[in-house]
Each structure stands twice: as structure tokens, then as C-alpha cells.
């Protein structure tokens, strides 16, 4: 559905029967303008809360002596996507698409609340919640190319695929483009058009990249190499989780009516449940098939169950979402050690949790239309998956490399070694911890 259109068309709805969409519940017009903004605003915030989630599980998940490199990042990169949105993405989502393939509507975007009655929601309130979103795929492609990305053509890449990669595949679906009008392609809150697409980014990275230094041995050996502070990281996939709560629940884009109300809780219990399921399913199957719980697995359990109930969260019943989660949890479980036997080196997990599962998700949307006449199909959901694949692999991989072969995308072996905080920031996240001397690998 398009994410732009919707309140506003309940909000037209209102005043072209004269309010006789709210008038059941007693509720006007600038009543319902009131709650749908506030929606926008609020689930905005906690949207926005995820930056902090991904920063915190990152800085976890990563060395110490990597640990401030992830904090600049993650800051920085929101701060981008900010820009980058207001500058052109907004104008691209969101703009004239009479091709299908991408809109327009010039550069800096603009407020207009001159019609606000009509529109059901704040111009600026819309804006907002759209860029939140944007910040949130750039995050993902944060943590898979930690430890040896240099920060400037890693803020480069951000800048691309904050200011146009994301904005054009969003505008196919939520800008009415050619997957919303040809293949009835559906993604709720975006299993595909978010957490896809930054797990399409960051395995391009991870291949330009290449893996970390003594990650992989020569003879096959995979290297496990011990992040800071677990206590960080689960702290984070808390954050996320309450994220999510906005992420999903402000993704039905309006509140101003008691059917609104009942979806947005709705989806606040699938989502809850999903994400619990997720991570109950990683820990049996860890302790069933491995003898030992990995921390870290069960942790992008719950982000799995997330990313997969996130494309379809209010059509679901509870046992439905628990399934969704379930199945999250296990495609966890097998593709983190499927990547590694591929050598691609993801160092949070975020393209299982976020590219395996954000297709998983999408592709399970019919199963809750099952019976619906014009619902979404697998074959439209297939399309939308396979355009969302090549557009966004095919560009990442393509600007990767270019940044490669101009200004370099990796840290030499003496600053990955000793750590990027030296290289890219001159300071340390624990500087009470670090030894004067760092030892290079293999000494």
C-alpha cells in the first residue's frame, strides 16, 4: 500500500461524506487530523530510538578497540539520511512517477498544509516518520561492514543509498509506482523496501570488502572473534524491539478512529509475538543441535521474527505471528553459518536477520489473504522481491566498487590490527581498558 495515501484518504473520506467515516464514533475530521498526526509523531520518535538500538548492539557486537568508530558511524549516518532525505529522497518516494519506475517532485522538500483537512495528517509529521525509516536501512549496513570500512566512503555510500537507492525502490510500492499498480506487491511496514534493501547493501559491502583479517584461515578455519559487551548488544535488540513497536504500529498511518485503534494494537501484539518466538526457536535449536545457547544468534532471533512479521503485522492472527517468528528464528539459525562457509564475513548477522528474513517475511504476505479476492500473490510478491534484489544489489555492489578502486574502502592492515578508533576517530571507547601497545594479528 502506499504509506503516504492512506490516512489521507480516510481523512478526504471524512469530509466528502461529511465526516461520515468518524461520524459512527462521534469523531471529526480535525479530530481524526489530530490522532493520525500524533501517530506519525510519536511512533516517529520511537522509530527514531532505533538508532540507538543499532549503535548499541553494534558497539557490542564489535571489539573494543572498535567500539567509538561504531558510535561516529551510527550517529553520523542518521544524521545523513536526515539530510539526504529532506534534500531529494522525500521528492523521489513520494513525488510524480507516471513511468512506475520513479517519481519526482524536485529537490528540498517543502511542508504544505494548505489542504490539511484533506491530506488526514501534518505535512511535516509525514515527513518525519518516512525519514526514520530511511535512517533505519542505513544502519543495517553498519554492522555487517564494521571492524574494517573507512568511515568516509563508508558516509559516501550512505549518502547514495539514503538519497537515491532506497528512495527510488520505495517509490515502486509507497509512491504508487509500478509494484503497487501492476502486481498488487504488498509490504506493510517494509521487510523488503527496508530491511531488504539494507541487506542487499551490506552484502555488497561485505564482498567489495572482503572478510576481516584471521577471520578465515587457510584452511578453512573460521575464526570466532569476541565482541566488547554482550550486555551492550542485548540492551540494543531491546531497543530495537521497542522500536519495532513504531516501526509496525505507525505503519497503519492512521488513529483517528476505533478501527484504527484496535489495528494498531493488533499489530502490537504480533510484532511482540514474532520477535518472541524468534528468539525461543534459536535457543532450542541451539541447545538440541549445538549443546551451548549462542548469545549472539538468539539476539538476531528476536530481529528475525521482527523483520519477518513486519511486511504483513495486522493481517495475521496471534498463532499465525508466532509462526512467522518461528520460522524467523530458523532461518537465523541456518543462514549465519551458511554466509560463513561462504566466507562472506557479517559481523553482527544483520543479512540473515534483515535480507533472509526481510524476504522470508514478504513472501509469507499471501498466506494471510488466503481466500481474499485481489489480495497480494506469490507471483506479485515474488516481482517484488526479484526488482527490490536487482535494483538494490546490482547499484550497492556496483558504487562499492567503484569507492574501492578510487579513494579505497578498507582500512590498512596495521590499522585494522590495532583497531579503527586510532585510525578513524584518535581516541577509544575504554580507554581505561586498551594496552598502550597492540599487538598485531598472529603476534
Same mark, same amino acid.
Given at each position: 500500500m502506499k504509506k503516504i495515501y492512506l490516512a489521507g484518504a480516510m481523512g478526504a473520506l471524512a469530509l466528502t461524506t461529511g465526516g461520515a467515516a468518524f461520524a459512527q464514533e462521534g469523531v471529526s475530521a480535525e479530530t481524526a487530523f489530530v490522532f493520525n498526526t500524533l501517530l506519525f509523531?510519536?511512533?516517529?520518535?520511537?522509530?527514531?530510538?532505533?538508532? %540507538? &538500538?543499532?549503535?548499541?548492539?553494534? /558497539?557490542?557486537?564489535?571489539?573494543?578497540?572498535? !567500539?567509538?568508530? @561504531?558510535? =561516529?558511524?551510527?550517529?553520523?549516518?542518521?544524521?545523513?539520511?536526515?539530510?539526504?532525505?529532506?534534500?531529494?529522497?522525500?521528492?523521489?518516494?513520494?513525488?510524480?512517477?507516471?513511468?512506475?519506475f520513479f517519481g519526482w517532485a524536485g529537490f528540498f522538500w517543502g511542508p504544505d498544509d494548505s489542504a490539511a483537512l484533506d491530506t488526514g495528517y501534518s505535512s511535516h509529521s509525514d515527513w518525519f516518520f518516512q525519514m526514520v525509516f530511511v535512517a533505519t536501512a542505513a544502519s543495517i549496513v553498519s554492522g555487517t561492514v564494521a571492524e574494517r570500512i573507512r568511515i568516509m566512503p563508508f558516509f559516501l555510500f550512505t549518502v547514495a543509498l539514503t538519497g537515491f537507492i532506497y528512495p527510488v525502490q520505495a517509490s515502486w510500492e509507497w509512491g504508487g509506482g509500478f509494484l503497487d499498480s501492476n502486481y498488487a506487491f504488498s509490504d506493510? %511496514? &517494509?521487510?523488503?523496501?527496508?530491511? /531488504?534493501?539494507?541487506?542487499?547493501?551490506?552484502? !555488497?559491502?561485505? @564482498?567489495? =570488502?572482503?572478510?576481516?583479517?584471521?577471520?578465515?584461515?587457510?584452511?578453512?578455519?573460521?575464526?570466532?572473534?569476541?565482541?566488547?559487551?554482550?550486555?551492550?548488544?542485548?540492551?540494543?535488540?531491546?531497543?530495537?524491539?521497542?522500536?519495532?513497536?513504531?516501526?509496525?504500529g505507525g505503519s497503519q498511518l492512521a488513529l483517528g478512529s476505533q478501527g484504527d485503534a484496535i489495528a494498531v494494537s493488533q499489530i502490537f501484539v504480533n510484532t511482540n509475538m514474532a520477535a518472541a518466538t524468534g528468539v525461543i526457536t534459536v535457543v532450542l535449536l541451539c541447545i538440541l543441535l549445538k549443546g551451548k545457547v549462542d548469545v549472539g544468534m538468539a539476539l538476531n532471533g528476536a530481529i528475525g521474527g521482527l523483520v519477518v512479521i513486519t511486511a504483513e503485522p495486522l493481517a495475521p492472527t496471534i498463532p499465525m505471528a508466532a509462526l512467522w517468528g518461528v520460522i524467523g528464528g530458523v532461518a537465523i539459525f541456518f543462514v549465519t553459518p551458511l554466509l560463513e562457509a561462504m566466507r562472506i564475513d557479517d559481523v553482527v548477522g544483520a543479512i540473515p536477520a534483515?535480507?533472509?528474513?526481510?524476504?522470508?517475511?514478504?513472501?509469507?504476505?499471501?498466506?494471510?489473504?488466503?481466500?481474499?479476492?485481489?489480495?497480494?500473490?506469490?507471483?506479485?510478491?515474488?516481482?517484488?522481491?526479484?526488482?527490490?534484489?536487482?535494483?538494490?544489489?546490482?547499484?550497492?555492489?556496483?558504487?562499492?566498487?567503484?569507492?574501492?578502486?578510487?579513494?579505497?574502502?578498507?582500512?590498512?592492515?596495521?590499522?585494522?590490527?590495532?583497531?579503527?578508533?586510532?585510525?578513524?576517530?584518535?581516541?577509544?571507547?575504554?580507554?581505561?581498558?586498551?594496552?598502550?601497545?597492540?599487538?598485531?594479528?598472529?603476534?
Open positions: 509523531m510519536i511512533m516517529g520518535m520511537v522509530v527514531m530510538f532505533m538508532a %540507538a &538500538g543499532f549503535c548499541m548492539l553494534e /558497539a557490542g557486537m564489535v571489539r573494543s578497540k572498535n !567500539a567509538a568508530t @561504531i558510535c =561516529l558511524k551510527n550517529i553520523t549516518l542518521y544524521s545523513i539520511a536526515t539530510v539526504m532525505v529532506w534534500v531529494v529522497g522525500y521528492g523521489i518516494i513520494y513525488g510524480d512517477n507516471p513511468t512506475g506493510f %511496514a &517494509g521487510s523488503t523496501l527496508v530491511h /531488504a534493501t539494507g541487506g542487499w547493501a551490506a552484502l !555488497a559491502g561485505a @564482498i567489495a =570488502l572482503g572478510p576481516r583479517r584471521g577471520k578465515y584461515g587457510p584452511n578453512g578455519e573460521i575464526n570466532k572473534f569476541a565482541g566488547s559487551s554482550l550486555p551492550l548488544a542485548t540492551l540494543g535488540v531491546f531497543i530495537l524491539w521497542l522500536g519495532w513497536f513504531g516501526f509496525n534483515h535480507l533472509a528474513c526481510g524476504i522470508i517475511g514478504t513472501m509469507v504476505v499471501p498466506f494471510s489473504y488466503l481466500g481474499v479476492e485481489d489480495g497480494p500473490t506469490f507471483l506479485g510478491q515474488a516481482v517484488g522481491v526479484g526488482s527490490n534484489a536487482i535494483f538494490v544489489f546490482g547499484t550497492s555492489i556496483v558504487l562499492w566498487y567503484l569507492l574501492r578502486f578510487t579513494i579505497g574502502i578498507r582500512a590498512g592492515a596495521k590499522e585494522e590490527d590495532e583497531g579503527l578508533d586510532a585510525s578513524e576517530t584518535g581516541g577509544s571507547a575504554y580507554p581505561d581498558f586498551v594496552p598502550k601497545e597492540v599487538p598485531a594479528l598472529g603476534e
